[in-house]
């Protein structure tokens, strides 16, 4: 079975922190997602990598970088956590294009910040 | 703009009615669909998908879904429902040669009533 690994439940950090959030995957998945899940709005890409050290900003960027060093391990930065990035952070991955797939997803994070 | 509607946004069923979920996109070319379902307190869990053939697609637990080109829609479907279908579902597309973005949609959260 797929894995997709998010290191933290649940966190609360304070206003101006730097925030990581970590996520890694076993299955050699070329690309990594990261989402934020809110109600009434659905999934919004932050950021995918589809290699390492690649990566593309997604719909809702701002506020936020990544980080993929390795293959299997996929980073998120808040740089400076905000009350309006509250929210719970979804990681996925998934083969890249050419093959039948899908994504797969992580337990998610639940941020808030205070 | 390009996007996944979900009309249905809460849905409220007696055990045994039928469910349709309506789901419509946007995106030229071709794509993959998916139906994803999140249970309270669960991850993301693929309910089915479809990449070609057979527009009629059958998943786990009883869920099947169409996919109708020219109307762009990919509507979720199951006879009969049960308690434990109480959940979130997600309608998702992925365009092949986009390097394997998923774009979601707002999401249908279902009660069913026992």
């Known amino acids: 079975d797929v894995k997709v690994t998010q290191s933290s439940r649940y966190l609360v950090k304070r206003t101006g922190e730097k925030v990581f959030l970590e996520c890694v995957q076993d299955m050699d998945h070329e690309n990594m997602f990261w989402y934020r899940q809110d109600p009434g709005l659905g999934l919004r890409l932050i950021y995918f990598s589809y290699d390492v050290k690649m990566k593309e900003k997604g719909d809702i960027p701002e506020g936020y970088s990544v980080s993929r060093e390795k293959k299997e391990r996929f980073s998120l930065i808040l740089e400076s956590a905000s009350t309006n990035q509250t929210s719970m952070y979804l990681c996925?991955?998934?083969?890249?294009?050419?093959?039948?797939?899908?994504?797969?997803f992580g337990q998610g994070t639940r941020l808030t910040v205070v | 703009a390009q996007s996944v509607s979900q009309h249905n946004h809460h849905v409220i069923l007696s055990e045994a009615a039928s469910l349709e979920l309506g789901c419509n996109y946007s995106y030229g070319g071709t794509v993959n669909l998916f139906w994803y379902v999140q249970y309270p307190g669960q991850h993301l869990q693929l309910l089915l998908k479809?990449?070609?053939?057979?527009?009629l697609v059958k998943g786990i637990k009883g869920f099947e879904a169409e996919f109708i080109k020219s109307k762009f829609s990919f509507n979720l479907r199951k006879p009969s429902v049960q308690w434990s279908d109480t959940a979130e579902y997600f309608c998702?597309?992925?365009?092949?040669?986009?390097?394997?973005?998923?774009?979601f949609g707002t999401g249908t959260s279902l009660t069913v009533i026992p």
């Open positions: 479809y990449f070609s053939g057979d527009p």
């Open positions: 996925a991955s998934s083969f890249s294009e050419g093959g039948l797939t899908e994504a797969f």
């Open positions: 998702a597309v992925s365009r092949k040669g986009t390097g394997n973005q998923f774009y």
